[in-house]
């Protein structure tokens, strides 16, 4: 089947695991929309989180996706249960498989979870942890300065050092944690730094590896995989700054992409911007 997967983000977090599922599944076309304009979603409200979320899925439905990816923790924290039972099409959110990634990764038990204000208030990693095993000890801490820093494209540098640092503060000292769920896709993009502040004996996992594979075994189940020869031309959507996004996705890809464009949402209605 030659329709597209789509991917959401609340900004360029997401596209770490587009880069993912574009290793796992090379033949699949993706669309992604980040919504840089409206970023961060953590200090958000669940009712604002969920409006801009339908206003993101609406952009995509009319692309005639095959597929959604939730690739914002907060949004699927808040939206994920909704969009599956709303939606004739499978949607994947983050959360479920950093979880089991985690509990894979622990030896001691311990397992921290950095995110956003909006995902950590939900408590959804600390129940997706505990429905696996319930004597997972979770230590869960919101960074918000995190988001805004990786958006402004600060991913390495003093500057994130001592964000980090000072964000980071109270897992190094409450806690004896020997695995760090990274419960924003915009994390990936500073691991190196969060890596260098808690030392390498923490194991750090990034949901997008586990994300991607929970996407392709579903279009493989559902018998919906892309069997063309020819390599898809992606797209890439923005609702912000197109300098910076741009920068960002190279970035990641370590090349340019194949379209990026920037539009405008609201509702269901998308205006082009030239």
């Not at 599922?21 to 980040?34: N, S």
């Not at 979603?41 to 206003?55: D, I, Q």
């Not at 950095?114 to 004597?135: F, V």
């Not at 929970?214 to 197109?242: D, K, R």
Request: one cysteine or more.
């Amino acid at each position: 089947m030659n329709q597209a997967i789509g991917i959401i983000d609340s900004g360029v977090g997401g596209l770490t695991v587009a880069h993912e599922l574009m290793r796992q599944l090379p033949r699949e076309k993706l669309i992604y929309l980040g919504d840089t304009l409206r970023c961060p979603y953590g200090p958000r409200s669940e009712e604002e989180v969920t409006k801009f979320t339908w206003e993101m899925v609406d952009f995509l439905l009319d692309q005639k996706i095959k597929m959604l990816v939730v690739a914002c923790n907060t949004a699927t924290a808040f939206t994920l249960n909704e969009l599956q039972n709303e939606l004739n099409i499978p949607v994947v959110g983050v959360i479920s498989p950093g979880a089991r990634a985690a509990i894979k990764s622990t030896n001691n038990q311990q397992i921290g979870v950095i995110g956003t204000e909006g995902t950590i208030r939900s408590n959804a990693y600390t129940e997706a942890l505990k429905s696996l095993n319930a004597d997972i000890e979770v230590s869960p801490l919101a960074c918000p300065l995190f988001v805004p820093m990786v958006e402004q494209g600060t991913l390495s540098g003093a500057k994130a050092d001592e964000i980090a640092t000072n964000s980071l503060s109270p897992l190094k000292t409450n806690s004896n944690i020997d695995t760090l769920i990274l419960g924003c896709t915009h994390y990936p993009l500073i691991k190196e730094t969060i890596q260098k502040v808690l030392g390498s004996q923490v194991t750090l996992i990034s949901s997008s590896e586990e994300t991607a594979r929970e996407a392709s075994t579903i279009l493989e189940f559902n018998e919906v995989l892309n069997e063309g020869l020819h390599a898809p031309a992606h797209q890439f959507y923005t609702t912000g700054n197109m300098g910076v996004f741009a920068k960002i996705t190279e970035r990641i890809f370590k090349e340019s992409t194949d379209s990026f464009q920037s539009v405008m949402i609201e509702k269901a209605t998308i205006t082009h911007i030239n």
